[in-house]
Every structure is written in C-alpha cells, then in structure tokens.
C-alpha cells in the first residue's frame, strides 16, 4: 500500500507494538465466557427499585429494558397499560418517546453529513430558502447551532403545540416552520447560552425532508427502523393499533390518578422534535447500534466518526440540576459520574415520560419508560430519568449520594493546532498522556479518582482523538504539551504517561526540567532506545493483519486483527466486555501515523542517551507478564534515572492501570503525597 511508503521499519515496530495502548478496566484474571444475563440478586434489584419508584409516585406501569456488552440482558413489564384494566404493560407495550425522538433526527442529519449533502457548519437557509425569522441574524444559523441548542432559537409558543392537529399532509413542517417568521432570537448564533428548543429540531427534520428528497418520518423508516429491525416504531400516530399504545396519566387536584382523555403531546408537525411511538423492545436495538458506533448484526446506520462529533461537548447544559445534566453535544445530553462517562437524553409529555442511558465504556444501556407524570404539566419529578438513573448507577455500582465532577473541557489553539483538553479539580496539576491509537479516554478509571485531590488535566495529542491532525508543518508532541499547559497557565505538573505517551512524558521531561514536578511511567518507550528485541512471530502477523486491513479502508478490522492476535492483549481480549470496548476505541482511532507522512520532530539527541539526567523523582510500572520488549525499555529507565523506582503489576500485561485500577491509583497518590512532603 503505498501510504506506508513513509514508515521505516523500525517505525514499524514501534507503531505495531504501540497500538493497543488501552484498554477497559478488566478483573485480575480472565472470566468466563461471555454473558449478558444478570444474576438472580440482580433481578431482584432491578425488580425492587421499579417497584418502589411506581408505590411511591403511583404510576400505574413501567417498562425497562437493559443491553449488556452487545445483548439485551433484561426486557420486562410492570403493572398495567391503562389503570383500571387488566391490560398488562410489557416490552411491546407502545408508548409515546418525545424527546427522545431527537436522537433520530440527528442520526438523519449525520447520515446525511456522511454523504455530503448537509455540512454541519453550513447556514440552514442553504437546505431551506424559505426559512424566515424576524431577526436578521437568523442567516447566520448552522446545523452545527441547532443540533448542539446554540443558536438562540427560542422554543415554540403554547400556540403552535395543537394536540388536536392529526394533518398527513407533506408540507406540514414547511407550515409550521412558517410561523417561525414572527420570531426572534435570544443571542447571537453560536455564541447564544444553552436553550432547548423544539423549534430547532422541527427545522432539521425539514432539512432531512427537503435534501432527501422524502417526508422525514419516510426517512426515518427507511434508514434506521427497517435497518435496524425496530418494527412496532414509528412517527405516525395513524399507524399505530390503539390496543398496541399506552394510555397516560396524571394526579388530578385531589391526587388521584386518571387517565389523560386523548394522546396529549403529540402533532404531527413535531414529529422531529417529538413524535416517535416506540417500545422498550425496538428501542433495546437503537441502543446497541449506538453503543457499537452505528453498527448492528453487520449492518451500519452511521460512521463511528460522526459518534465524535454527537458526544463531544458542545456547552454546558446542567438545567439548574445537576447530577446527570452536565453538557449537551449533538442532539444528546452527556454526563460523567463516579468515572462513568454517559450519553442520554429522554422525553416529557403530559402524562408520561421516557429516558434512555448508555453507558459506552461499559458496554451498557437502559431504557425506561413510565406511562404517569405528576400533574397535567412537566413538573418534576420525572419518574423515568430518576428511575433509569438509579438503574444504572445500581448496575455500574457508583454510589447514589456520587456527585459529578466539575469538568472544564475545550479546545487551546497553541503551536498552530487545537488540543482538546478536560480539566477537573484544585490542587497542584497532573496532566495525563495516553498511549498511541488511544486518546483521553485512556485515564476513564484515574481522571475523577485524581480530581478529588489535584488539578487534573488529560488531554488528546495532536493526531489523536478530537484534536486537530497534523498539517505539513513540523512540531514535537512535548512542545505541544509545554504550550498547553502555559495556556491553562500552570508552571509545573507531575506527568503520567502510557507507553508511548510514556515516551513523551520522558521527552518533556528533559526539555522542560523546570516544568516536571514527577513522572509516572507506565511501560514506557524510550525514543533512539537500541538492542530491542526484534518482532516476534504473533507480532509480525498481527501487524500484517491489520495492514491488509487498512489497505481496504477497514479500520474496524485492523483493530480487530491487532486485538486477536498481538501479544499485548493475550490476557485482556478473553475478557467478557474488555474485547469490546477495545474494538470500540481503535475503530474511532484514525490511523494518521499509519496511513499519512506525520512531521513529528524527534530530539536531537536520542532520549535514550539522557535517561540519566531526569532529575525528577520517577515511578515506574511494568506487568510481570508483558513483552520482552516493554521490560527492557523498563528496566533500563529504572536503572539508569537516579531517581526512579519501579513496580512489578502480577498477573498485568501492558495495561496495569486499567487492570487494577484501585491499586494503580493508591500506588500514584501515595508517590505524588510522598513527594509533596
């Protein structure tokens, strides 16, 4: 393939050995076969805390699904459809989702992307010319604005949701989108605060329409339920068998609970914003086509890459909660509790609400849907975030008083590229460096640990992740690092860092003595190191795997023939749920040193001749049972740093931090208050 015309074979090596750099946290020793199914404890668990929540709040019926690792691993019904009958609720058990009805409508817009027909930053008016406001700033609107509730765009008035309205008609969101000629906007587009707007979604349902070619709900259909096999879904209310749908219900003014006389919330003219009618059945398949970036039972809805742009933050989104309201992306609410990364969102109506969380690192999704609200309003609570937010902290085990970290994430422009960053804690700084192929994600099990006692910064190297790739334009990883943490203004920090972003750590290390308060190796390479071993037979073959894989543009294959066969990942691909989650992140991986001439500048005087000259105090870890490879390079740096020490992780291979993550973290808090001292 000629794009590897640019890499020596020593290069070679070094990418082949670096590219499984992380990994999910995984027990001490290899599991059982694989599975999905919860243990009875579980169940009753599960059980108890549904039944506890309708009790409490007198909701006459639930529906809850749960996916595990690629299968759904819980589908269940409680109580009755409809209070007062004997009709029960059950997976299949149709109910209006609302806002959940959003997540498709982005998919729309980025399958659309994905095609080259939209841009995400592209002004709406070039998909609908007939879009008008009474503000001339309305022109400069994106895609990108709408999805991510930036562009001012107020929410419709009380006189635009007419729930009696049932109109079939093709131009019925050209009608409404009509009304939007008397309004103005809240701020300037882009730079408007957080504000969640129907409106907004209604007009990029309009743009699927119109750059499709077909009515939205036709779209939607075509493209994600029958695809996907979501067959009781639709955005139809005329489709649907009322035996099939939920009745809703609310608490009159004497607190009784009654059932609402008609399907409040839905209008056909909302339908992007709010329409679907769905069930936890079908939507258990929309959850683990997300959860495996777009592809289900080998079939794909959207590009692993286009599940970077939809959940990376966007602004903040907290709605005066909290908890799991923290930021919005593209169309989803994002949250990290207790060192869990979450993408959500959920609907309200009069009468119902719906929530669905996935949990990507942990393989895991729960859907919820409870046909009662507390009044004829929106008014709180909302039974069914708060009911699948216990759920899921229950399952992942994070405690419920746990309370979310103040992130700070962004982007600096330094050195002529942007870096992305996220930034959490008080005390003195720690920046994180993850391995090659990996990205911020890397530090999932230390970054909230560590923010409870410092200033933590983890962020993606240029070429890696959501910062920018390099241009032709020569730069040096470690002068990249310097220029991001005098953008965040901080002098020194201790450096922690992977394999090759092990190798990085050392390098700045000697470039910036002065801004290294401590190093924290994990199986670092070592640059111009010589006497290596050379490339054992599964190494070799691995490499040739995933070449040959990306010869065909296969990127989700080249992971997989690096995790199946490279030596590095022996222990962690047997694993039930850790094969998985490492697909995941070098499938988004985009290979720039593989498939592009990278103008990294490298020291003028090989690392490996300067070992001697770190004068910070070093802490080293190595798994017993990594490569020859990994334990030379070790060995040497902790023979050679005056000031290091090294550690032996048993029963590790190359990823003892992500292992045994609760050791890993008491071994680097104990080295970094040791060295306060």
């Known amino acids: 393939m000629k794009a590897f015309k640019f890499l020596s074979v ?64 819980f589908s269940q019904g409680f109580g009755v459809a409809e209070i007062g009958s004997e009709r029960a609720m059950t997976p299949q058990t149709l109910f209006p989702m609302a806002s959940l009805s959003k997540q498709f409508t982005t998919a729309a817009i980025m399958q659309l992307v994905e095609q080259g027909k939209i841009g995400l930053d592209a002004p709406v008016t070039t998909y609908l010319p007939h879009f008008k406001m009474a503000d001339p700033r309305y022109k400069d609107i994106t895609i990108r604005h709408l999805l991510a509730d930036i562009s001012g765009m107020p929410d419709w008035e009380e006189s635009e949701w007419d729930y009696a309205r049932r109109t079939t008609s093709p131009e019925a969101l050209d009608q409404v989108i009509g009304a939007l000629a008397t309004y103005k906007l809240t701020g300037d587009p882009g730079k408007a605060e957080y504000l969640y707007s129907n409106a907004g979604f209604d007009i990029l349902g309009d743009v699927v329409a119109k750059v499709s070619g077909q009515p939205f709900e036709k779209y939607v259909h075509e493209r994600f339920f029958d695809p996907l096999g979501m067959t009781n879904s639709s955005f139809l209310l005329a489709e649907i068998d009322p035996s099939t749908l939920t009745k809703l219900h609310w608490q009159d003014k004497a607190g009784k609970v009654v059932v609402s006389p008609e399907m409040p919330d839905y209008d056909q003219v909302h339908t992007p914003s709010g329409g679907l009618l769905s069930n936890v059945k079908d939507m ?71 929530t669905m969380i996935l949990a990507p690192r942990d393989g895991l999704g729960v859907i919820v849907i409870a046909n009662a609200s507390p009044s004829e309003s929106y008014d709180t609570p909302w039974y069914a975030v708060d009911l699948a937010t216990a759920l899921t902290h229950e399952l992942l085990g994070i405690e419920t008083n746990a309370q979310a970290i103040d992130v700070k994430s962004g982007y600096a422009e330094v050195n002529g590229t942007r870096l992305y960053y996220e930034m959490a804690g008080e005390g003195e700084p720690i920046v994180m460096i993850h391995g090659l192929g990996w990205d ?59 394999s090759f972003g092990g190798e990085i750590a050392i390098n700045f290390a000697l470039a910036y003595p002065k801004a290294t308060r401590s190093l924290v190796l994990i199986e670092p390479d070592i640059q111009g190191a010589q006497g290596l071993p050379a490339m054992t037979a599964e190494e070799e073959a691995s490499f040739a795997a995933a070449m040959t894989a990306l010869e065909k543009d296969d990127h989700a294959g080249a992971a997989k023939a690096l995790v199946d066969i490279h030596p590095l990942v022996a222990v962690s691909k047997n694993v039930p749920g850790v094969r998985e989650q490492i697909l995941k992140v070098f499938t988004d ?26 004068a910070a105090p070093t802490l080293v870890a190595v798994g017993d049972s990594t490569t020859e490879f990994q334990k030379i390079e070790v060995d040497r740096l902790a023979e050679q740093a005056p000031n290091a020490r090294k550690v032996v992780f048993k029963n590790s291979d190359h990823f003892p931090h992500l292992l045994y993550p609760k050791e890993f973290n008491a071994m680097v808090l104990e080295f970094l208050a040791k060295g306060q001292k």
């Open 440 to 498: 911020t994600r890397s530090w999932d099990n230390q970054f909230a640990e560590f923010a409870k006692q410092y200033k933590v910064i983890r962020y993606d190297m240029r070429g890696f992740g959501k910062s920018d790739m390099p241009t032709d334009q020569p730069y040096a990883h470690a002068d990249d690092l310097k220029a991001l943490l005098d953008y965040l203004k901080i002098d020194a920090a201790h450096v922690l860092g992977h």
């Open 10 to 73: 020593a290069t070679c090596l070094l990418l082949a050995l670096e590219l499984l750099a992380g990994c999910a946290q995984m027990p001490r020793q290899p599991a059982a076969a694989p599975t999905a199914k919860p243990d009875d404890a579980t169940v009753t668990k599960i059980e108890a805390l549904v039944n506890k929540t309708m009790q409490e709040h007198q909701i006459p019926g639930v529906a809850v699904a749960i996916v595990k690792d690629g299968q759904v691993a």
């Open 284 to 354: 258990s398949r929309w959850m683990l086509v997300n959860l495996s970036r777009g592809e289900l039972d080998g079939r794909r809805i959207l590009k692993a890459a286009s599940y970077g742009d939809m959940w990376t933050p966007q602004t903040d989104a907290d709605w005066g909660i909290g908890g799991m309201f923290q930021k919005w992306g593209l169309g989803w609410e994002l949250a990290e509790l207790g060192g869990h990364p979450f993408a959500w969102w959920g609907g309200l109506m009069f009468g119902g609400t719906s």
């Open 589 to 614: 991986y985009q290979w720039f040193q593989f498939l592009s001439k990278d103008p990294v500048v490298q020291p003028l005087i090989p690392s490996a001749q300067r070992i001697g000259e770190i």
